[in-house]
Nanobody
Framework: QVQLVESGGGLVQPGGSLRLSCAASGRTFSTYFMGWFRQAPGKEREFVAASSWSGGSTYYAGSVKGRFTISRDNAKNTVYLQIDNLKPEDTAVYYC?????????????????WGQGTQVTVSS
C-alpha cells in the first residue's frame, strides 16, 4: 500500500507557473506508475499526465501538452507536475494517483491509490 500527499497548489495569475508535488510513503515508490488528474467544480475527474516507473516515459492529455511537465524522483519518493502558462480553465483540484500497471492509464478507475488533492486557482 502507498500513501500520497499533494502540495504546491495555490492562487496564481494567468500566465503564471506552479510546481505541484506528490510525496509517497509505503511500498517501494519505483514500482508504481504515477498519474496526475484534475477535477473542476461540476466536472468529472480528468487525466492530465502520467509517468512510467522510471520516469523515462511520460504521457499527457492533449489539452495540457506543452504547458505541463511530469517528472519523478524515485530517491525522494516524489512525483512533480510543473504547470506553466496557467489559464483560468486550469482551475481545479489536482490529484496524484498510483497504480502498478500501465494499461488504460488515462482512466481514473484504473488507479489504486489517491492523494487528498491540492487546489489550483487561476485568476486575476
Amino acid at each position: 500500500q502507498v500513501q500520497l500527499v499533494e502540495s504546491g497548489g495555490g492562487l496564481v495569475q494567468p500566465g503564471g507557473s506552479l510546481r505541484l508535488s506528490c510525496a509517497a510513503s509505503g511500498r517501494t515508490f519505483s514500482t508504481y506508475f504515477m498519474g496526475w488528474f484534475r477535477q473542476a467544480p461540476g466536472k468529472e475527474r480528468e487525466f492530465v499526465a502520467a509517468s512510467s516507473w522510471s520516469g523515462g516515459s511520460t504521457y499527457y492529455a492533449g489539452s495540457v501538452k506543452g504547458r505541463f511537465t511530469i517528472s519523478r524522483d524515485n530517491a525522494k519518493n516524489t512525483v512533480y507536475l510543473q504547470i506553466d502558462n496557467l489559464k483560468p480553465e486550469d482551475t481545479a483540484v489536482y490529484y496524484c494517483a498510483a497504480r502498478l500497471g500501465r494499461y488504460d492509464y488515462t482512466s481514473p478507475n484504473k488507479y489504486d491509490y489517491w492523494g487528498q488533492g491540492t487546489q489550483v486557482t487561476v485568476s486575476s
